[in-house]
């Protein structure tokens, strides 16, 4: 099959020319087929689903609103896919051929890249961990909230403020950096407490800053000491807006009594985790995924990420939700529908965002992907059109060609294609 790549979408007659679309414009996607089965129409408004009906029940909208459709048939559709780890702020340097850039001009063009490359994989929403102090100081932060402001209409980017350290003498610039950070616009705080010296002590300033300015938390760690797992879950139990670890492979090397112990601990204290089935990322151990199945019987809320994309981590990262959720369901026993759960609705939870189902009153922020079911298209899921907001943000469009062959004639295979292929 040839490459594909995310396409913008063609121009719309009722395009407002500026990177959003009218309010007042309707989209209608026609011929959608359902996770249930059943085969629809749904007509979006004002960036939510205003009705969901049966194939051809729906009009694109009322007489004064222009609409447009787009048909539908022969794809799946989903709520949209949201990133909850991505690395902005190093995605696609692996074939630099040298150490990581950090230049502002550089950091941004590299950012935008890897968002619309998640955008054309249906992620709609993505946070992206961004390191500050040290060498980039905020130079890095700043680049990735241009992207964050140049990407509004497209895509929801939200950025993680990640410091080195913030304990012992060293820690004092971290601290302030990381201070600036958030006053700058970092939506969310963070950092790797396994680098720290004090790895509790650096997790007990992150809480204290998410608390003096209502942000969320998101930390990077391995989860491979319980002790400081039960710490950590005791320290951040109840604390709003949320706190989110990942990738916590470690978890998965621990003896199975101290790991369920922990994952009740996790889910008491009301701690979600992001696993990275395609690989890690710098700063924690890269092996392995975390035990998603025993976090989820013990009630823990388990998103997946995509992590390094293309950088000395992985530098054959993808940033593919569809992917991250197929490794789910292959690899780690998962159903499918959990498995897309863990890369759309819980993930979008974790992002703090509200929750998308395919029925009136709820955002327009959906995926289709050609394919009748969803085990399907986790499996082949080439096509994607991506709505943000209500209207196409996206598409990457692939067909599969064959040579003619009297046996495929014989037999009736579909075919998407029908030119000759030398």
């Not at 359902?34 to 009906?53: H, M, N, P, Q, S």
């Not at 048909?71 to 949201?82: H, I, N």
């Not at 320290?235 to 009740?264: F, I, K, Q, T, Y």
């Not at 759309?344 to 050609?370: K, N």
């Amino acid at each position: 099959m040839p490459d594909s790549q995310p396409q913008p979408p063609p121009p719309s007659s009722n395009s407002s020319g500026s990177s959003g679309q009218s309010d007042t414009a309707a989209l209608l996607l026609c011929g959608a087929r359902l996770t249930d089965g059943r085969t629809v129409d749904v007509r979006l408004g004002g960036g939510r689903i205003e009705a969901v009906g049966t194939a051809g029940s729906l009009a694109p909208g009322p007489p004064r609103v222009t609409g447009t459709r787009v048909d539908l048939a022969g794809y799946l559709l989903l709520p949209a896919p949201a990133e909850p780890h991505a690395h902005a702020d190093t995605a696609l340097s692996a074939d630099a051929g040298g150490p990581v850039t950090y230049d502002p001009e550089d950091v941004q063009r590299r950012s935008t890249e890897a968002a619309l490359l998640q955008l054309g994989h249906g992620a709609t929403a993505l946070r992206a961990h961004v390191r500050v102090g040290d060498v980039q100081a905020l130079g890095a932060l700043s680049a990735v909230l241009r992207t964050r402001r140049s990407l509004r209409g497209l895509a929801e980017l939200t950025t993680v403020a990640m410091p080195r350290v913030l304990t012992g003498a060293a820690g004092a610039e971290g601290l302030a950096i990381l201070r600036d950070a958030v006053k700058m616009g970092a939506a969310v705080v963070g950092g790797c407490p396994d680098l720290d010296p004090d790895p509790t002590g650096y997790v007990e300033t992150v809480l204290e800053v998410a608390s003096e300015h209502g942000c969320p938390v998101d930390l990077h760690t391995d989860a491979a000491d319980p002790a400081r797992l039960a710490r950590l879950a005791a320290m951040a139990g109840g604390l709003r807006p949320g706190v989110a670890l990942g990738p916590c492979a470690g978890l998965a090397r621990l003896p199975a009594e101290a790991a369920s112990r922990v994952a009740d601990q996790l889910a008491a204290a009301g701690v979600a985790v992001v696993c990275l089935p395609q690989g890690g990322c710098g700063g924690v151990d890269r092996r392995g995924t975390a035990p998603v199945r025993l976090l989820r019987a013990a009630g823990v809320r388990v998103a997946a990420g995509s992590g390094a994309l293309r950088d000395v981590s992985n530098p054959v990262g993808r940033g593919d939700p569809l992917e991250a959720a197929y490794l789910l369901s292959s690899r780690h026993g998962l159903r499918p529908e959990d498995a897309y759960d863990a890369v759309s609705t819980s993930a979008r939870a974790v992002l703090g965002l509200p929750e998308v189902r395919v029925e009136a009153g709820f955002p327009a922020e959906l995926l289709a992907v050609r394919g009748d079911h969803l085990a399907g298209a986790l499996s082949l899921a080439y096509s994607r059109i991506v709505v943000h907001r209500g209207r196409v943000v996206a598409r990457t469009s692939a067909v599969r060609e064959y040579c003619n062959s009297a046996a495929a004639a014989e037999l009736g295979l579909p075919r998407q294609g029908r030119g000759e292929v030398s």
